[in-house]
């Protein structure tokens, strides 16, 4: 069974919104949408996934998508969509000249990664998946022009709260599109200019989220550095894996990836830092400063 693409009507705002949902239904947008595999059309499209899963075909790369996930495709670029049964979409259609900046260049970084800021991308990817434990904050999937993860341009996806955000203006924007009152057209725009701001901004928290290091992790590494001004003479590294309730390997590698260097080049240098400092500001031997430092004569 499939569903039949209503035709756009365009105001003079420049743009469509539609909202619509199908409960036992799997449909294509190549039947539903284009009524032909070459789904292009001469205006953006923004579609927000509100509820259900399917996926979605740019180019050579498929993306699943779920509930919260946004989709913008610029005119003239050929795209794919599948839902599954029971799926509803909120799509807003509007022509280039609409926005007083083109939607690149206000979600300018949505190509977030490229050369080795991706391979560093990629490995904080990995480090997520490694551990259930690594869930105090779970950022949303952020795409880069080398597809990392396999990600299509101009897919991401949302939080439960930014995606009612972004479904409240939407809606506020069908409203307007259906009463007519005065103004609505000028409206619509307004409307779509509050929309791609506030996608801006969620932007840029995910941007911030994910480089900004997770709290625990950051506590971690405090700890160690806790540890050394304590006693530098004796850092347990695996006995603070175990009070961190992680594994020691996996310790060393997150120490690694927050700081650049495992836990015990960094005790190296934090002792010869030390030794160097007693050394200028004390007049004990040289063994002496050696043996208060943990830095032993084999």
């Known amino acids: 069974m499939t569903a039949k693409y209503k035709q756009m009507t365009f105001d ?63 005119p003239n670029e050929s795209r794919t969509y599948h839902y599954y ?14 926005l007083r900046k083109s939607p690149e260049s206000t979600l300018c970084d949505i190509r977030f990664f490229e050369g080795d800021t991706a ?11 490694l551990s259930r434990q690594d869930t105090p ?14 990600q299509p341009l101009g897919v991401f996806h ?29 409206m619509k ?15 840029i928290q995910q941007y911030d989220l994910f480089y900004s290091p997770s709290t ?8 160690v550095n806790d540890l050394i001004d304590k006693d530098i003479t004796n850092v347990d590294f695996d006995a603070l894996a175990l009070k961190s309730k992680i594994t020691s390997s996996y ?3 997150i120490f690694k990836n927050m700081t650049g260097v495992s836990p015990h080049a960094y005790l190296n240098n934090a002792r010869i830092l030390r030794s160097l400092e007693l050394l200028q500001t004390t007049s004990l031997p040289i063994s002496a400063i050696a043996s208060s430092v943990g830095i032993y004569d084999p």
């Open 119 to 129: 391979a560093t991308f990629k490995r904080q990817l990995d480090d997520i998946r």
């Open 85 to 98: 049964q029971d799926w509803s979409v909120c799509r807003c259609f509007f022509r280039p000249y609409v």
């Open 158 to 186: 949302l939080s439960p709260s930014q995606t009612e955000s972004i479904h409240s203006i939407c809606d506020r924007m069908l409203k307007e599109q259906e009463s007519r009152h005065y103004g609505y057209e000028d």
């Open 251 to 253: 310790f060393r590698m």
């Open 189 to 203: 725009v307004y409307l779509l200019e509050e929309l791609f701001m506030t996608l801006k901004r969620i932007q």
């Open 12 to 74: 003079n705002s420049g743009i469509f919104v539609e909202k619509f949902k199908r409960d036992g239904l799997t449909v294509s947008s190549e039947e539903a949408f284009s009524g032909n595999s070459d789904h292009a059309l001469d205006c953006y499209e923004l579609t927000l996934i509100l509820k259900g899963r399917g996926d979605y075909t740019r180019g050579a790369v498929t993306a699943p998508l779920i509930s919260g996930s946004l989709i913008l495709c610029p």
């Open 137 to 150: 904050r779970d950022p949303a999937a952020m795409e880069q022009k080398d597809n990392v993860d396999d």
């Open 216 to 223: 625990w992790k950051q506590d971690l590494v405090d700890s």
